[in-house]
């Protein structure tokens, strides 16, 4: 599972992609899933370009399952746009009330040392690759959420950390879907489902999931005991298999801190690690490219080293000049700029707006005004009256 940082692998991925295979096959962990994630995530790519790759060699209904599935992308951007950072609580109460979770992920969780297949296979890919199937995360997160008693929070945000396409809204929010905090209902699995949908090495009869649902459910509503503090049961001995997390770009990256001179009386357009794609055509002579990464943001949020060697190897073939630094740092360097403009994005808005003119990023459906507290409801208003696929990129 290689994701080489270039836009060229990008679009190679999306001229690969079956829409039936994808279908048929999308749950199974070996199946035919797109890989796309990352470069979706990081704007190599965006959501309407991926969509009019394939519908230019596959017509497809825009109610066909691989347009669907792009949709919860921009559903979960919807719920963020409405509800902001509100969506790093819980959206309602969910099986238990929040205070009853625990606040720290077990150590034998972080080390793949579970002694469930499927959860410690899933730990072992997510660090080795950075990426994780979408069904593994289901996986375990159920498993952290309803076996584990661990706050979703705790173990979304840690996930966050070590994914190569971490995306807050996609990440967090589907974390709050399987505990059922963003949902009517917990998502919950047994061994029988892994059994059906993964390989041979992920399965785990006799483990604590080999049970019936009804007795996971059951599970999921006890309230767990108290742990006292620093008494953790299941801390294992071992050499440290997870990664380590940073909040600054690694060395050798060729990034610099801002420097006014450089973009002194200069009209600037601005990229940052989630506009990676193509620079505009429209971009004047003389423009001069900077890109960014914001300490602000990466004090909150840390990334593996796979992550910022992947962002800094695309901003490098983009930019010549890459900064890093706080947001008073890199504001009073673009002061002296005599325009600056750049592409929208949530993870950075609050800052972004105090610097830039930006864009909006493209999108495949129509803006849906009214928050949707489901995906259901945003579903039926944003794709209303769409019958192709086609449709949807020019809407």
């Not at 792009?70 to 951007?77: A, K, Q, S």
């Not at 150590?107 to 296979?121: H, K, Q, S």
């Not at 909150?300 to 010549?320: C, G, I, N, T």
């Amino acid at each position: 599972m290689d994701f080489p940082p270039t836009r060229q692998a990008a679009l190679a991925r999306i001229d690969a992609v079956r829409p039936e295979d994808y279908a048929r096959s999308r749950n199974a962990i070996e199946g035919a899933v797109t890989y796309l994630s990352p470069y979706i995530t990081h704007g190599l790519v965006s959501l309407p370009e991926v969509l009019a790759g394939v519908t230019a060699r596959h017509p497809l209904d825009a109610q066909h399952k691989f347009v669907f599935e792009l949709g919860w992308r921009e559903y979960f951007r919807h719920v963020w746009g409405h509800r902001g950072m509100g969506i790093m609580d819980s959206l309602h109460e969910g099986v238990l009330p929040d205070a009853r979770y625990a606040s720290q992920l077990p150590t034998d969780i972080r080390e793949a040392a579970t002694g469930v297949p499927v959860i410690d296979r899933a730990v072992h890919s997510l660090y080795a690759t950075g990426y994780l199937h979408n069904h593994a995360r289901m996986w375990l997160a159920s498993y952290v959420v309803h076996l584990r008693k661990v706050h979703w929070r705790v173990a979304a945000d840690w996930l966050y950390g070590h994914l190569l396409d971490g995306d807050l809204a996609s990440n967090h929010l589907s974390w709050q879907w399987v505990a059922g905090t963003g949902s009517r209902k917990p998502y919950l699995f047994n061994a029988d489902n892994v059994a059906r949908y993964a390989p041979a090495a992920w399965h785990s009869p006799g483990s604590v999931i080999d049970r019936s649902y009804e007795a996971l459910d059951a599970i999921a509503r006890q309230v767990p005991t108290p742990v006292r503090a620093g008494d953790d049961a299941s801390a294992v001995e071992s050499a440290r298999l997870e990664p380590p997390l940073r909040t600054a770009p690694p060395a050798g990256l060729g990034v610099t801190p801002p420097d006014p001179a450089a973009v002194a009386d200069r009209e600037v357009w601005l990229i940052h690690p989630w506009n990676l794609g193509d620079l505009p055509a429209s971009l004047p002579q003389g423009v001069i490219v900077v890109g960014i990464f914001l300490t602000d943001f990466h004090r909150v949020w840390p990334w593996s080293d796979r992550r910022w060697r992947f962002v800094a190897h695309r901003m490098a073939e983009l930019a010549s000049l890459r900064w890093h630094g706080d947001a008073a740092s890199i504001g009073a360097a673009l002061q002296g700029a005599r325009q600056v403009r750049s592409v929208d994005d949530p993870h950075l808005r609050p800052w972004l707006a105090r610097w830039a003119g930006c864009e909006a990023a493209p999108t495949i459906f129509p803006i849906v005004d009214r928050r949707c507290d489901s995906f259901s409801q945003w579903w039926n208003r944003a794709s209303r009256g769409v019958g192709d696929a086609a449709e949807l990129l020019s809407v």
